[in-house]
């Protein structure tokens, strides 16, 4: 009967061993079929971390770039990505399923474009309908500064037994008796003269510095539909006379100039509007333009931008930007004279010019709706001086000039 009950609990003993042996293998293969493929793209913003997790344990994990985002482990099924920096790395995850790691490619957001990127749309945004009209702010800020700095000695001399000695621009009004015109060797800027000799001979100390500011600011508004192309000008058109190949005959051109605007906006959505603007700054410069049978013709001070920008609604932009800066330095003397240490500088004259300038061009988009039917309409600018009529004592004793120039629809 012992012997019996031994044989048994052997039996029981044998199944138990073999169904803890068959049981895990059973529970990995199950849990493997239950693994989804690995997903192509992981999408994290900057500095916020993500948990995922498997249905089948962790063996390994890596990161192509380590400066781009941080894994870890956080359990036998789970681990932990935390975006570093804004670009592109590749995740790989190895499980006791495949001897070939699952790749994900990780993309990572940076903090300036998540708000345009991934906008939160509520439940009432998706309800309303978009506004299909933008209206865009272009502002053009131009700053110029200039320095000029001139120091020189202007000398001039004549006798009746010697030759005119002077600088140059020097002019003699009788070279018999030596008689100078002065005022010639006196320069643009601030003169210390002295002379003797019956005006015979005359010398001056001519120096100037100046300082220059200039300020030039544009602000052109343009209301355009989304995905339609709008266009602006304020300026004029200069004509430009072009000679014919085959006669001498002068045909015209002419020639736009001004503030000019190209733009073409498009509604993604409530925080985000694409905007293709091209807006550009135009001036005649007589002072580089070309003669043409002997007719002047001017050039183009320009300045022009092109390109394509994604904000929100009110948001601000600076879509180009130039700083320059130019020296000039110029010096005017007598050969061998005009090295001397000291005297030399009776024969030398000295000129230092530079000039700053500054250039920015800001875009601002903004959602607009067409005013109610029955709504009252802004005040016109000007509006208030269009019936002002002054009587002879209000303007001799009133009138102050404190006229208002910015009110109305140009605010």
């Not at 749309?121 to 865009?136: K, N, R, W």
């Not at 002077?166 to 601030?190: C, E």
Request: aromatic share 6%; net charge neutral.
């Amino acid at each position: 009967m012992k012997f019996k009950i031994t044989h048994n609990l052997g039996c029981t003993l044998v199944l138990a061993a073999v169904s803890l042996l068959v049981s895990p293998a059973l529970s990995a293969a199950s849990a493997c079929s239950a693994l989804e493929p690995a997903a192509a793209v992981l999408e994290l913003r900057q500095g916020v971390h993500q948990e995922f997790h498997l249905p089948v344990p962790i063996r390994r994990l890596a990161v192509g770039n380590p400066e781009m985002a941080d894994v870890k482990v956080t359990g036998r099924n789970s681990f932990l990505v935390l975006g570093l920096a804004h670009g592109v790395t590749n995740l790989s995850v190895w499980t006791q399923c495949s001897k070939e790691p699952r790749q994900s490619m990780v993309f990572i957001e940076g903090e300036a474009s998540t708000a345009l990127t991934k906008p939160i749309v509520t439940g009432t945004d998706i309800q309303q309908p978009l506004p299909s009209q933008v209206q865009t702010d272009i502002r053009f800020v131009e700053v110029n500064r200039t320095k000029l700095k001139n120091i020189g000695v202007s000398l001039s001399g004549a006798g009746s037994n010697f030759k005119n000695i002077s600088s140059p621009g020097t002019l003699f009004t009788d070279a018999t008796n030596g008689a100078l015109l002065g005022s010639n060797i006196l320069g643009n800027g601030f003169n210390i003269a002295w002379g003797g000799g019956s005006k015979k001979y005359l010398g001056a100390l001519n120096a100037l510095e100046t300082s220059g500011f200039a300020y030039t600011l544009a602000r052109p508004s343009l209301v355009a539909l989304s995905g339609q192309t709008a266009s602006f000008l304020a300026g004029g058109e200069f004509p430009i006379p072009v000679p014919s190949g085959s006669s001498d005959s002068i045909s015209i051109e002419y020639k736009p100039y001004g503030i000019k605007l190209n733009l073409t906006p498009t509604v993604i959505d409530k925080n985000r509007i694409h905007l293709k603007v091209a807006p550009e700054v135009s001036e005649i410069d007589m002072n580089n333009g070309i003669t043409i049978n002997d007719i002047l013709v001017p050039s183009f001070t320009v300045r022009r931008t092109d390109t394509s920008v994604s904000l929100a609604d009110g948001e601000s932009f600076v879509i180009s930007g130039l700083m320059s800066t130019r020296n000039r330095a110029m010096v005017n003397k007598l050969p061998g004279l005009g090295d001397i240490p000291i005297l030399g500088a009776f024969f030398r004259n000295t000129e230092n010019s530079t000039e700053e300038r500054e250039l920015l061009m800001i875009v601002t988009p903004h959602l607009v709706n067409p005013l109610a039917a029955d709504a009252s309409l802004p005040e016109m600018p000007g509006e208030k001086l269009r019936e002002y009529d002054p009587s002879a004592f209000e303007m001799l004793l009133l009138e102050n000039g404190s006229f208002d120039r910015r009110n109305g629809l140009s605010r």
